[in-house]
C-alpha cells in the first residue's frame, strides 16, 4: 500500500494533488458528522469491582447498540468486569465495536462456565469488531478438577463467534480459559490479529484459536502459550491465512485432528507463514484419526518457519486414538494431498525431525520438501516416511525418505 501510494504522489501534477487532499479532507467530515453511537456498560449498571455480576449490563448495553440505526460501538471501560456466561446475538441493524478498555473476569467458581460450553459468545453478528482488553477465565480449578478424576462439567470456551461474518478480532489478552481461547465456528470473513493468549504448558484442551466449518479467515502478528494447540483447523475450514505468529509452550499448528466422523467436511487451502515454534511438542502438523472417513486435507502450505527446539517439527499422523478405542484396524479414511513444506529451519528436540506416518488405505500424495535446514543437537537428524510420496529441491536436511 504504502509503495502504491509514493508511486502515484511521484506521478501527481499540483492541482491533482490538491484534489486529492481536498477529497479526503470531505471523507474525514463526512466520518466526523456520522460518529456512532456509544454505548457504556457502567450506564447500564455494569461495576468495576471485579465481584458484583455486571452480565446483565452487558447484555443491554449490547441489545441497546444492536438495535441502534446507525454504526455503535459498546464500551468497556477500564476495571475488572464479573461476567458469567453471556450471549451477544444478531442480526444487528447496523455495524458494532465493542471496545474493551478493562478486564472481563470470570466467576471464581468453575460450575458457573462449565456447563454452558462458553464464556462469551457472538452469534449471528455481521461486521462486529471486538477491540482491546483482557478476558480472564480463571480456569485453573477447572484444570485441577480435570486432573483429578472427579465429575466435573465439561467446560467452556472464553470467547466464541457463531455463524458470523466480517469479523474483527483485534488486541485481545486471553487469559487462563477452561478450554478453547478463542473459537470460530460456521463463519466467514474473519480476521484475528494482535491477540495474546496464555495459558499453562499443562493446561488440558486449552487451544488457543480453533477454527472450524469456516471460509476465509486470517490470523496474524499474534503470540500464543497454551497447554494445547496454539491453533487448530478442523473440517470444514477453507480459505485460512496464518503469518507472524510466536507459539510456544504448546502443540504446534494443527490441521486437525480430522476424520473423527464418518462423513466429514474436509479442510482445504490453508497458508501457514511466518511462524516461530518454541520449545513446542509439534511444529507444524496434520493429524487424523484412524477410522473410516471421507475427509481430506489438500493444498496446504508451510513456510518460512522457524524451529526451536521443537519436538515434532514437521508431522503428519494419520494414527490419531487416544485411549486406543473405536479404531478398527487403525486405517485413516482421511486423503491428505498436495502439501508443500518450503523454507523451514531450526533444531529438532528429538532425532526424527520430518515424520510423515500416512494411511495405508490412504496414502499421502504431493508432498512437495524445498529448502529444509533441521538439525538434532549437533548432528544430523533423519526423516521417517510409511505410506507417504512426494519430491524434493534444494537443501532439503534430514534427507527426504520418499
Known amino acids: 500500500m504504502a509503495k502504491s501510494f509514493l508511486m502515484i504522489n511521484s506521478s501527481m501534477n499540483n492541482s491533482s494533488w490538491l484534489l486529492l487532499v481536498l477529497f479526503f479532507f470531505i471523507v474525514a467530515s463526512s466520518l466526523k458528522g456520522s460518529e456512532a453511537a456509544v454505548y457504556n456498560v457502567l450506564s447500564y449498571g455494569a461495576k468495576p469491582d471485579g465481584r458484583a ?82 478476558l480472564n477465565a480463571q480456569g485453573s480449578g477447572y484444570w485441577a478438577c480435570k486432573s483429578s478424576g472427579k465429575s466435573c462439567p465439561g467446560g467452556a470456551r472464553s ?28 463463519c ?34 499474534s503470540s500464543i502459550m497454551t497447554g494445547d494447540d496454539c491453533i487448530s483447523i478442523g473440517p470444514g475450514s477453507k480459505n485460512i491465512w496464518i503469518q507472524r505468529i510466536v507459539c510456544g509452550p504448546g502443540h504446534g499448528i494443527s490441521v486437525g485432528s480430522l476424520g473423527e466422523d464418518a462423513n466429514e467436511d474436509g479442510v482445504q487451502n490453508v497458508t501457514v507463514t511466518g511462524a516461530v515454534f518454541k520449545g513446542t ?50 486405517n485413516s479414511g482421511v486423503k491428505i494431498s498436495r502439501v508443500t513444506y518450503k523454507n523451514i529451519r531450526g533444531t529438532s528436540a528429538t532425532p526424527v525431525a520430518m515424520n510423515f506416518a500416512c494411511s495405508p488405505t490412504n496414502p499421502c500424495w504431493g508432498i512437495a520438501l524445498q529448502n529444509i535446514e533441521l538439525t538434532y543437537l549437533t548432528t544430523q537428524a533423519t526423516s521417517y516416511c510409511k505410506n507417504a510420496g512426494g519430491s524434493s529441491s534444494g537443501i532439503v536436511v534430514p534427507r527426504s525418505c520418499f
Open 53 to 134: 455480576d455486571s452480565t446483565l449490563a452487558f447484555q443491554r448495553a449490547w441489545l441497546s447498540a444492536c438495535g441502534s440505526a446507525m454504526p455503535a460501538t459498546v464500551y468497556v471501560p477500564r476495571g475488572n468486569f464479573m461476567l458469567r456466561p453471556v450471549v451477544f446475538s444478531g442480526p444487528c441493524k447496523a455495524r458494532i465495536v465493542f471496545q474493551v478498555a478493562g478486564t472481563l473476569i470470570a466467576p471464581s467458581n468453575y460450575w458457573s462456565l462449565g456447563n454452558s460450553g462458553y464464556w462469551i459468545l457472538f452469534i449471528k453478528v455481521t461486521g462486529v469488531r471486538v477491540y482491546g482488553g483482557t
Open 159 to 186: 470467547i466464541s463467534f457463531q455463524w458470523s461474518s466480517n469479523v474483527v478480532i483485534s488486541g485481545i489478552t486471553s487469559v487462563n480459559s477452561q478450554m478453547f481461547h478463542i473459537v470460530i465456528d460456521n
Open 188 to 221: 466467514v470473513n474473519v480476521l484475528v490479529r494482535n491477540v495474546k493468549i496464555r495459558a499453562p504448558a499443562q493446561s488440558p484442551n486449552t487451544d488457543g484459536i480453533h477454527i472450524r466449518s469456516s471460509t476465509g479467515v486470517t490470523i496474524a502478528s
Open 281 to 330: 511438542q509439534n511444529g507444524v502438523r496434520i493429524k487424523s484419526w484412524g477410522r473410516p472417513s471421507n475427509g481430506f486435507a489438500r493444498t496446504i502450505s508451510f513456510r518460512n518457519i522457524l524451529m526451536k527446539n521443537v519436538f515434532n517439527p514437521i508431522i503428519i499422523d494419520q494414527n490419531y486414538c487416544p485411549d486406543n478405542s473405536n479404531c478398527p484396524n487403525q
